[in-house]
């Protein structure tokens, strides 16, 4: 499959402990978006990716929340401290600089 | 402040009826926009964007700057279409292309 892959799927964590997710794009893709969402919502924008910079942060992306693209290739989202508030599905997608966004299957955090 | 609306939450037809899920955007610059699908168990998919002016599984959707709406329309809906829509607008002037998402509208065509 050479689409956009994340990992884990699925996440159970009890309040207050730190989470990692991961995210692999589309090899040749150089932009690298996060969102979230939650029950009801469409996807809602959390931090964008150019290559290894991340050039671009929302007002939902609090001091717990880091973003890393080390090498421009895969990504990792870590949230610390977790809390219940955060339990949601994370989507990472992936473009050229045509623009068109494809996502991975997200991955389903639960905070207990 | 940038935003999507879709009005509808749940949209039901029957097999044969045309369909029209609504899209309204606020945006004060060169709008894009987009409709995803996301089928169940699904990833979300790009079905079609405005500039683009393809028609996917037999949708449309033209971009009306009066009216500031991306309505999405197919003239005889199948059983196949049942998923969830959601409209979304993107930030040309951003560094990225961040998208703006509507809540989503669940499309459901019974026999």
């Known amino acids: 499959d050479t689409g956009v892959s994340q990992d884990p799927r699925h996440k159970i964590t009890k309040r207050g402990q730190n989470v990692t997710f991961r995210c692999d794009p589309i090899?040749?893709?150089?932009?690298l978006y996060w969102y979230r969402q939650t029950l009801g919502q469409g996807p809602e924008f959390l931090t964008y990716?150019?290559?290894?910079?991340?050039?671009?942060k929302s007002r939902l992306l609090s001091d717990r929340f880091s973003a890393e693209r080390p090498k421009g290739s895969f990504s990792t989202l870590e949230i610390q401290r977790t809390e219940q508030g955060d339990s949601a599905m994370y989507l990472c997608?992936?473009?050229?600089?045509?623009?068109?966004?494809?996502f991975g299957p997200g991955t389903r955090l639960t905070v207990l | 402040a940038q935003r999507v609306t879709q009005p509808e939450k749940l949209l039901s037809v029957f097999k044969g009826a045309p369909v029209e899920l609504k899209c309204n955007y606020s945006?004060?610059?060169?709008?894009?926009l987009f409709w995803y699908v996301q089928y169940s168990r699904q990833r979300l998919q790009l079905l079609l964007r405005?500039?683009s002016r393809e028609s996917i599984k037999g949708f449309t959707a033209d971009l009306n700057k009066g009216e500031t709406s991306f309505h999405l329309k197919k003239p005889f809906a199948q059983e196949e279409d049942s998923a969830m829509y959601y409209c979304?607008?993107?930030?040309?002037?951003?560094?990225?292309?961040?998208?703006?998402f509507g809540k989503g509208t669940t499309l459901s065509v019974s026999s």
């Open positions: 405005h500039i």
């Open positions: 945006y004060s610059g060169s709008p894009e």
């Open positions: 090899s040749e893709h150089n932009r």
């Open positions: 979304a607008l993107s930030l040309k002037n951003q560094a990225g292309t961040a998208l703006i």
């Open positions: 990716f150019q290559n290894e910079a991340q050039l671009e």
């Open positions: 997608a992936s473009s050229s600089p045509r623009g068109e966004q494809f």
